[in-house]
């Protein structure tokens, strides 16, 4: 069975959950918003990517978990030259050690206006 997680992070208006668990196994999606708003930060991707970054952690917890329970992430930019200040933010976050799987993708754009930054990931909880 499907459980949608109620992360108390603002809805969106699209037909999209947060985060879902089935079983042991959380997935997750975070974009740079306020999560009380729902309004995309401003600001380089350094602000993007912590506030998304933050997101996930939110949503990880309502889950039950924490990030170190992260076992893939795929990131999307929009610029490829965001990488180097969203990998330093990301090392910010991202701490224990195996890290998880990642990959990250250059997209042409992402769905939101002035959106840089867009990550799914998928955790399992002990």
């Excluded at 992360?7 to 985060?19: E, F, L, Y």
């Excluded at 042991?24 to 600001?43: C, F």
């Amino acid at each position: 069975m499907i459980e949608k997680i109620e992360t108390g992070i603002a809805p969106s208006s699209a037909p999209i959950s947060d985060a879902v668990r089935a079983g042991k196994h959380v997935w997750l999606v975070a974009i740079a918003e306020d999560p009380v708003t729902g309004a995309i930060v401003e600001g380089g991707i350094e602000a993007q990517a912590r506030r998304c970054l933050q997101n996930l952690e939110i949503a990880l917890k309502a889950a039950g978990g924490t990030l170190a329970n992260l076992v893939t992430v795929q990131i999307f930019l929009i610029d490829s030259a965001d990488a180097a200040g969203m990998n330093a933010v990301y090392r910010e976050f991202i701490t224990v050690q195996p890290y998880p799987v990642r990959a990250t993708v250059v997209v042409k754009e992402l769905l939101a206006r002035g959106l840089r930054i867009e990550i799914t990931a998928q955790a399992v909880l002990d």
